[in-house]
């Protein structure tokens, strides 16, 4: 009697994890994940993370996350590398996906701030813009957020080992507020929010302390800036007051809302 002959292993999914202009904070969201990411890393192999070992393996990945913006000539020909060493590409937080804080000089002089900042302006290879991931690749999927939240994160990664499609609420941050019972700071205080035009993501963390939302999870899948404006003044804000409200984490994805109008 033959003795069956025992079946091989599949090899688990390959994750790279990868850095571009940013501040590091998604990453470190991930890292944090601490149990979760105990039982994703069993059925997974963590082929590229920098942030976390010195081990690189090179591609290809099933699933690569990155984070950071297009902001250099060498990001252009990096992230086109990795896209094609990617099976699935997720980008990470606002900078990935809408160029971050650092997207504020596509609305400036960038000669002029590398003559102010550096002492050798010739040594800096830099591009004008500040651009999301997705304006130079394909991208599979965005999450959203300064920094990302864990459950989020969890969710997506946990989504694309499962073969379907990440859970990812779409509505505002007023809805989370509802959820979790948080009197309105705009109605009741007169606190100026971006909360009504902001993707949820955060558990409106900010007004459930008595603040403002500060849009750093980008606008919402719809949005009415337009109604949004009058309030906003009426609690005392000015039109350059409202500029620099809006223009922080997401000013590239503000900018196009206000230039499209309502969605």
Known sequence: ????????????????????????GCQLTLLNCEEELLGLAAKLEISHFTEAS????????????????????????????????????????????????????????????LATVYARPDFIETLATSTPISAHVPVDFELRGCPIDRGQLVEVVTAYLSGRKPG?????????????????????????????????????????????????????????????????????MSDDDIGRFLHTFDVSAFRAVEEEGPR
Do not use: W
């Open 168 to 236: 990812i609420p779409n509505h505002s941050v007023c809805f989370a507020c509802k959820r979790r019972g948080n009197v309105c700071v705009t109605v009741a205080h007169g606190t100026p929010c971006l909360g009504p035009v902001t993707h949820a993501g955060c558990g409106a963390l900010c007004p459930t302390y008595g603040r403002g939302c500060y849009g750093c999870f980008g606008p919402a899948a719809t949005t009415n800036l337009p109604a949004l404006v009058p309030l906003m003044h009426r609690d005392g």
């Open 1 to 24: 009697m033959s003795t069956p002959i025992a079946a091989e292993p599949r090899p688990r999914p390959r994750l790279g994890v990868f850095k571009f202009a940013s501040c590091d």
């Open 54 to 113: 010195s081990h690189i393996a090179p591609g290809p990945y099933d699933l690569s996350l990155v984070e950071g913006s297009v902001s250099t000539p060498e990001h252009v020909n990096r992230i086109r590398r990795i896209r094609s060493d990617s099976r699935h590409l997720v980008t990470i937080g606002a900078c990935a996906t809408a160029g971050g804080v650092q997207a504020l000089r596509n609305y400036a002089d960038v000669e002029e701030y």
